[in-house]
């Protein structure tokens, strides 16, 4: 992981309002944004769009390929498809310019484009095909460097998890095998879950070992493990080494935090929560996180320490 260098060239444009020098990037669209039209992403949650800087915090370096290789080749044509379509006559709505107001031209624009896909090619009847074809079709799609036929396959309906029994593999193995590590990056922004297995009971980062694929396995380690990789940093501003399989780190000076019959009870109500309820919870700190350190403000230092106490109270102790 190293952090973003990366400078917006002149040529880079916001893709839902044209502005010069974006900011930031939807890791699962694909796509880079100013900070106008990216205040309205947030909103939308991560579900929709998972929005991050160009310029703050760290980047895989496969990732951040993996976007601007999307967005160079013309991934927001995939979803404004029926915008640039002359034969559609059903749209009948212009894509805003820089200068036009955030309310509620460019937000109402972003919500029908990202919310509800407004603009996305809609397959008719007759060509329409199942999630099960689709998914097989990403299957095949993600052995190859062809990200746009997998982008627009996942916009579909396919399935990154989709287990191929005939095969006995998802599109993360297939992609792990090939070494197409940007399709590996794509599929996983997109719902695709590293710690999935096939039918020998390998994951996609042991199959790249297997195949000598070692820089990519390490990468699918690292996505593994990203929501603690993360919430550690947070805190300690330390990243576990996970070639040398440590997986995580405990902070020691959570040692010196005083206990508390409240703590005690939180940390007892957080032992007896489902794994599904703990699971949300974790994403919900997870985002907080995210949040606090991008709209840090005049108060953010207070705002972060306040946070790495909440997190050290709950998790660590």
């Known amino acids: 992981m190293s952090r973003s260098k990366y400078k917006t060239s002149t040529s880079s444009i916001c893709a839902d309002c044209g502005a010069l020098e974006p900011g930031w990037a939807s890791i699962n669209r694909a796509i880079l944004l100013c900070d106008e039209c990216c205040s309205i992403h947030r909103s939308l949650g991560r579900h929709v769009s998972h929005v991050k800087s160009l310029h703050k915090g760290f980047w895989s370096s496969y990732l951040l390929t993996m976007i601007h290789t999307l967005n160079d080749n013309g991934a927001n044509n995939i979803w404004e498809y029926s915008l640039h379509d002359s034969n559609n006559s059903k749209v009948n709505r212009k894509k805003p310019q820089p200068k036009d107001p955030l309310y509620p031209v460019k937000a109402d624009f972003i919500r029908a484009k990202h919310q509800q896909l407004t603009f996305v090619l809609r397959p008719s009847k007759d060509e329409s095909c199942s999630e099960e074809e689709l998914s097989k079709q990403l299957h095949s799609s993600v052995r190859t460097s062809n990200l746009e036929t997998s982008l627009r396959l996942l916009v579909q309906g ?160």
């Open 158 to 317: 396919g399935n990154p998890n989709y287990f191929y029994k005939e095969k006995g593999t998802t599109p993360l193995h297939v992609a792990a095998r090939a070494g197409q590590a940007l399709q590996l990056e794509l599929l996983i922004a997109n719902g695709g879950n590293p710690n999935i297995v096939d039918s020998t009971g390998h994951t996609p980062a042991e199959i790249a070992r297997i195949t000598g694929h070692l820089d990519l396995a390490d990468r699918l380690i690292e996505c593994m493990y990203q929501v603690t990789d993360r919430l550690t940093y947070f805190i300690c501003s330390r990243k576990p080494d996970h070639r040398t399989t440590e997986h995580l780190i405990i902070p020691e000076w959570s040692e010196t935090l005083e206990r508390n019959e409240l703590t005690n009870e939180a940390r007892n109500r957080l032992q007896m929560l489902p794994n599904n309820l703990l699971e949300e919870l974790t994403m919900d700190v997870y985002d907080e996180v995210d949040r606090r350190e991008v709209e840090a403000g005049p108060y953010g230092y207070q705002a972060q320490l306040f946070m790495k106490g909440v997190l050290l109270y709950l998790f660590y102790q």
